[in-house]
């Protein structure tokens, strides 16, 4: 073929994956979410094309016009309204619309994987016939690439049209630039977010139907195709539709024309790979050379503190004292892992896979929940700790010795230091959509040019380990598992205790701040990263002797995605989370037919919405709302002096808010800003519990009672704080200063109600500036 | 004399076509209270990034004694004892206010690999610091000395009732002062103040100036940024005052009030006595 034949033939491929560009550029200007559902959606509207020609028999024209005019713009609006326009309406971090989008892919994935199964189908209708016109002497070009480049030319007329000479397009910008304050103004936010969303995801189906016949139909393989075209948004920075389209036809024609070439050696096995993986090679170069995004909305997108509903744990002896109250939860949970020793053998090997995944989650808590950050490649991470701990065992890397078996997998796990340090790199000035997508194609590229490749992943044996020549039995591979995975778990625990943790929270709340005293920033950085990315190594290694085989869809980069969505789920911050989730998919996936647990994962993702701390979280919420049952049942607001409290409540701890201000500011001023702080504030639950009168003889309630009594005193405070404010205020004596800070003082005193034993400890009324609308009387009405 | 004298020299900084900070000289001394204003736009803000290394200069030195730190990073500078607070409080809101300050005052050392492997204990040798780990997590040892530094501040200032309240629900003075506080855990030889008055009523802001006297007479230089050029008259030793990225007077809070170019340039904005009121309305 000749250069021109070969350019031609790249067209098609570079037209739908400038489509596909389109699609992703509308729904992000019109709504500021970078949707990474596009692939699923595409795969979906794919599947159900294949369906209605292949199995139900509609001619070709009805079905698209069913699947693209109907089913897709369907699906947009769908999401909408029902996932979309909620984290819009509270405005959202970008972050959380970034992570809401992934679970919609998780979760359509999941339906494709439950409808139609995980294999692969090669009858896919094609949309237009396969014939080809004649352009100029020998040279033909498909008709397919015709049409879709006419269609590309149209879209995308169409659309600059409608942004730069309607009304719309202004009503667009004005939305984009703050919603809120358009709807203010009479724009229908509404309905230009859902044109938005109709319009991508018609685009997304567009894009599944025409590559669906091009390629194997399969869930995941079609995602992934349409993930890689994120190149061409990037490149675009998110903003320009004619740099997306022209890169998307120039990557793919690159492509194309790379395979006139042929070299010897490892660098013609790397041309082979690039031939056909140009896109996701240059997502990765993109993202390496181009330094920002333009990024919608404030800069703050890479915070995911909405995922991470906990501080540091307290330092000093209030943390000691929880920290030793803990020991029962986690005995019971280390209870539980020990259980699948008393399985049937082959439950047992099913259980194998329990404690390596749960070690990747934990990698992605390092990340995501303690770090803030947003890393989608630890599939990536996994998949390197396990090639390279085999490659030791089998004493096939760079000429070392080979190891035993269980020296392989811990230094395995090392190895992949190096791999995690460098990946940290970018990671130093990258945050946000920027930072998930550079990790997703660091994931990506390193599947596609290793994993996939023969000459790194074959001829890879397994060996039964063994223990200084005894060879080691089911049970004793998940006793070493076990201990692997309480490694990781030591590992995560320092990282957020003392001065570490501390640092790496402040870094996450504020890094400005952080650095301004003394944090170094870059280097806890390339730490976390480094660390998480053995955690997930040593899980990834493990992960493959519990399933006896390296297999590169196991560490595929589209298992990056989903498990990052089982941690945010489960809790991103939550170590517990972490292994419950992966006892979770595990268990789903040896009972229910495959890809189930993709679809509960996806549901549980859809519900986030309702529980934005993931289900750690929404766990304390629950008894948080038992706790106000509890006290709106019993406790009565006006109630100066209350019922008497049992004295064990005294032993469990007080609320920080009920303590006067101190006097020693000799400043009114701020004296009265901090009450007014205390009083109103809510702060985070639980309570940091500080025992000041450990009783003797009184036993100590297990955790969940001291944090739901804590929980009713905490809330019966705020009721009562609120009741007696009201009463204050109707009180129309106070006159002056006094009535400024007739509530607000009002309000320090009720939280002080009911817990005599705390008001007694800090009563401090001599110094509190709270003049003539004094407490006492505001209460007492 | 060298040691914790900041020094600009010849500071430069342009955008495009615009040169936000023109030829600037700045000695800020240890134990003395420095005042930096000018008319919104006058290069004020870019020459305090130039400082605190969030910016580096196109021209010219920043030298923290003799050492230049022009090109280092914010959390380098940090670390060498030039400290700084921002415009918007910048607490860590996840944390309760002592772990604020707590992570103020133990950043001066970075070996964080030691944390890792559990050695965050305080403390001389690495086996001491290990045994003190041990000894203070059973609750049998006092507290370590950064431990110290923190509570001197807390009581200081008044801050010991709010130790455990999350720092993220505080209002503004009280966010200012623990940042503060924050800053002065990390013990500086310079301390940077961008606008530490704004957001604060009129007793905070006597507060706070009390504070920075006592600060300075601790040995501390200090830098504020403010425009409430009351404030700065009232506490500063020296003024610099800015106009258009360039150094228009300079010396003490007298000489430069009476300039005729400050003059005039605050004449045509507010008068000079009213400026500070004007924000008791806000």
Redesign the interface.
Known sequence: MTSIDLGLAGISLGAIAALSGIGLLVTYRTNGVLNLAQGGIATLVAYIFREMVVEWGLPIWLAAILALAVVSPGIGLLLERLVFRPLARRRASAAESLVASLGVLVLILGITAGIWGLGSRSDAPSLFPAHSVRLFGDTRIGVDALAELIMVVVFSVVIGLIAARTAFGRQIRAVVDDRQLAELSGVPADRVAAAGWAAGTTMAGLTGVLLAPRFQLTPYGLTLLVLETFAVVVAARLSSLPVAILTALGISILQSELRQFTLDGDAGQILTVLQSNLFIVALLILLLAVPKLRELGSGDSGAT?SF?S???P?????G?ARFRRDYLGKLGGFALLLAPLTFAPSDLRSAFQVPALALIFLSMVIITGYSGQISLGAAGFAGLGALLSLKLANGDLFGLPALPGIWAILVGALLVAPVGLITGYPAIRRKGLTLALTTFAVGAVVSRFVFEQPTFASRLYIDPLTFFGHALNDKAFYVLELLCLGLGL??VR??H???????L??L???S?????????????KL?AFT?SSVVAGLGGALLVHSSYTFSADDFAPLQSLLWFTAVVVFGADSSAGAIVAAAFIVTIDVLAPDGSSTLAVGILALALGWMPGGLASAVRGVLRLLAQYLADSFVDPNQRAPRPVPVRISAVGYL??T?????????????A??G???SG????WPT?A?PFARTAGVPAPTPFGAALVSAVQQYAAARAAQVSARAGAGSTTATGPAALSGPLADAGSGTRGPLGAAATHTARADSAPYGPGSPTQGGRR | MSRGVLQGVGLVRRYGGLTAVDHVDLVAPPGMITGLIGPNGAGKSTLFSLL?G?EQPDEGQVLLGTTDISTM???IR??RGL????QVP???????V???L???A???R?D??G????L??QGRSRVSRTVAGVLE?T?LAP?GPV?RVVEEVL?S??L???R???AG???T??LR?V?FA??L??QPDILLLDEPASG?????T??LSELLRQTAARGVGILIVDHDVDLIFSVADQVYAMVGGRVVASGDPGTVRDDPTVRSVYLAQAPLAAAGHAREGS
């Open positions: 503190s991470s906990r501080g540091a307290p330092s000093g002896r209030v000691q030591l590992l320092n990282l205790h003392g001065r570490l943790g501390r640092a929270l402040a996450r709340d504020n400005g701040g952080a650095a301004a005293v003394g944090v170094d920033v870059r280097n806890l730490l660390v920080p808010a303590t006067g201000i101190v006097g020693n500011t000799g400043l009114p001023g701020i004296g800003t901090l007014a702080a205390r504030h809510n702060p985070a940091p500080r | 605190t969030v990073r914010p959390d940090s670390r400290v700084q607070t921002f910048s607490l860590f809101t996840s944390l309760t002592a772990d604020n707590l992570v103020g133990e950043n001066r970075r964080y690999a944390g890792l492997l559990g965050s204990a997590r609750g507290k431990d009581s200032l008044g010991s009732d709010i455990d309240t999350i629900t505080l209002p003075g009280a002062l940042e924050r800053a855990c990390a604060l009523d009129n007793a905070e006597a507060k």
